[in-house]
């Protein structure tokens, strides 16, 4: 799985706003009063649907190019950068318990120099990960 996908979305202007949606993701729509606030919307809708569709073990469609989609009148294409790192900091940031084993005398050394020991670990994998 990518950690960075832009997609086209498509948005059309009604009396309250604007509805949008992205033609590559079944169901995924939204609204907003403002072209901003739309595309924020569905931005989070996007992340609500790659995480069911990861959760169902299903593929991630890739985007569609902006020129092949078919417009109707009052329909413009705005793109979509949705980071899936990101999504998982704001709304996966659950904490798991995980058991380790480390050599004692590190482990002395740390206790010593009041190491937080979950701290050092996840720094460490963000930073094997590359992860900002």
Known sequence: ??????????????????????????????????????????????????????????DIPEPSNPEDIKLEKGQFIAIVEFDWIEYQKKYCSK???????????????AEKEHINFSSVLREALENRLHIQ
Not at 97 to 105: D, G, R, S, V
Request: proline fraction near 4%.
């Open 1 to 58: 799985m990518k950690n960075k996908y832009c997609y086209p979305a498509v948005l059309q202007k009604d009396e309250n706003g604007y509805a949008v949606w992205i033609p590559d993701i079944d169901g995924c729509n939204s609204f907003g009063e403002t072209i901003a606030e739309a595309v924020a919307s569905v931005n989070e809708a996007l992340g609500l649907c790659i995480e069911v569709m990861t959760e169902k073990g299903k």
């Open 95 to 109: 904490a798991v318990k995980k058991t380790l084993t480390i050599p004692m005398y590190l482990n002395e050394l």
